[in-house]
């Protein structure tokens, strides 16, 4: 077995650098897809931006959704959708 070598100071903190833009960048990425979809956005569409559906379901669940809006979104009918979307444009 290899002996063990230290991590010079100036490598080790370049890897904890890195480190904690990851944890932000991972904070980040949860919190915006968790707003799309309390914004109205669904899971597929938010798929098509290269995340998994069992992550997006994941990051939109541990930030509180889905909300009733979206709840009742998902069961409405092809009509009903038409109808709220014609009612909101001419609102």
């Known amino acids: 077995m290899p002996d063990a070598r230290p991590v010079h100071e100036k490598d ?5 650098t890195a480190q904690a833009g990851l944890r932000s960048a991972q904070a980040e990425l949860e ?3 968790a707003g799309a979809l309390l914004n109205g956005a669904s899971v597929r569409a938010v798929t098509e931006l290269g995340i998994s ?3 997006v379901q994941k990051y ?4 509180g959704g889905p909300t ?3 709840r009742s979104r998902f069961n ?3 009509w009903d ?4 979307e014609a009612d909101e444009e001419r609102s």
């Open 31 to 33: 919190e915006a897809v």
């Open 53 to 55: 559906p069992n992550t």
């Open 76 to 78: 409405e009918t092809r």
């Open 60 to 63: 939109g669940r541990a930030h």
């Open 12 to 16: 080790a903190q370049r890897i904890k």
């Open 81 to 84: 959708r038409l109808g709220r």
């Open 68 to 70: 009733e809006v979206n």
